[in-house]
């Protein structure tokens, strides 16, 4: 009877303890979760609506645009930001991207965007040249050969990865000097971004760029007025590092974009042009986590899209082709609201990750941008186009 009874009080504190363990046990709630960042624009949009040529009309013009650290993650919160449309929703053909490159799984700026540009991987820290340093030539030099027009419009400083992949030759992303440089050589009838600083006062050497860039027949703009005036050849520095954020810049960046295209096709006559626009701003952002400056660059990114669309549907003989080099900051969606337009995001890191990225296409050839490819193969596809 001692026994049954012993026996009794032990289950009882057994239920007990486990109860009191149950009770205790924390919740998945966000408390104890990853901390969110909420965000909800007040700057939507309407999507433009455009028919796409016959996908044999002949190619003349190739706009290639490319959202720096813009991954499937960072289009998904934009495409939620937006009410679920965005202009990359008119691109009819879409493909997948490996980034990694020659020296590293995870690529840098510099890697990424020269495998583009190029159509061959190299080693990160590396702008348009291989591992070895010696030069490799962008579709833009390809272009310039074959009598079109080029230009490369961008929201950083002329310094940064991806402009120079187009128009420069280092083994180190960071010889700023050297690779200024070499923008007196590159040739490119329109190059628009800011970095006035890079072109003069912070220079070692002494050397003034802008005024040796305008001796080689430039037409320098520093401010948006000025550039709207300005004719082929220019160099536009609008700022002395990087443009002003998307929320103070307004309509900068798509200006200088439809100025760009205007001139060139003015210029270019029946053999048309090959422009690299780049939504640099991406992934700075990106990198500080704050992800409400992010998501205002890529949907300003996107906006510019929407007026390359209705561009490139006017022409008929247009070319768009959208991607990134890399993804940044190990975005997670974890909540929001589509009808309000809301996000709730965390990042893992603050920097790149080796996640494929999204290409779209849109224009004759589109159809073959399909498929999961090495970024070199992608820009050995875009560069075929251009003949």
Request: net charge negative; with cysteine.
């Amino acid at each position: 009877m001692i026994i049954f009874v012993d026996m009794r009080k032990a289950l009882f504190i057994l239920f007990a303890v486990m109860t009191i363990v149950v009770a205790c046990k924390p919740k998945q709630t966000e408390e104890h979760g990853p901390q969110l960042q909420y965000y909800t624009t007040e700057k939507t949009y309407d999507i433009v609506s455009v028919t796409s040529p016959a996908p044999d009309a002949e190619v003349r013009n190739v706009i290639f645009l490319i959202g720096d650290g813009m991954g499937l993650e960072q289009v998904s919160c934009a495409w939620v930001l937006n009410h679920g449309k965005l202009n990359l929703d008119n691109m009819p053909y879409t493909g997948l991207s490996r980034t990694y490159s020659t020296s590293d799984l995870i690529t840098d700026s510099a890697a990424g965007g020269t495998a583009l540009a190029v159509g061959e991987k190299t080693a990160n820290s590396h702008v348009g040249c291989n591992p070895a340093n010696e030069p490799l030539y962008s579709m833009l030099d390809k272009a310039q050969k074959l009598g079109k027009k080029t230009g490369v419009v961008v929201t950083c400083h002329m310094a940064d990865a991806t402009p120079c992949d187009f128009c420069c030759h280092d083994d180190d992303r960071y010889h700023y000097d050297a690779i200024i440089a070499d923008y007196t050589e590159c040739g490119v009838d329109f190059i628009a971004g800011g970095g006035r600083d890079y072109f003069g006062s912070k220079r070692q050497d002494g050397r003034d760029i802008v005024e040796e860039m305008k001796a080689k027949g430039y037409n320098y703009a520093a401010t948006e007025e000025e550039l709207m005036a300005a004719q082929l050849p220019v160099l536009a520095l609008l700022a002395d590092d990087n443009l002003p954020v998307a929320a103070e810049r307004g309509d900068l960046y798509r200006n200088m974009t439809a100025r760009c295209l205007d001139l060139l096709n003015e210029a270019s006559g029946d053999k048309g042009f090959v422009v690299m626009l780049e939504g640099s701003s991406i992934d700075d952002w990106l990198h500080a986590n704050d992800i409400e400056k992010a998501m205002e660059e890529l949907l300003d990114f996107d906006r510019t899209l929407g007026d390359v669309l209705q561009w490139a549907a006017a022409d008929g003989h247009t070319l768009v082709v959208v991607t990134a080099d890399h993804a940044t900051g190990a975005l997670t969606l974890q909540d929001g609201d589509l009808e309000k337009g809301e996000i709730g995001v965390a990042f893992g890191n603050d920097s790149h990750n080796g996640i494929a990225v999204p290409v779209y296409a849109w224009g004759p050839g589109a159809q073959l941008f399909t498929g999961i490819k090495e970024n070199a193969e992608w820009g050995s596809l875009i560069a075929s186009f251009i003949h």
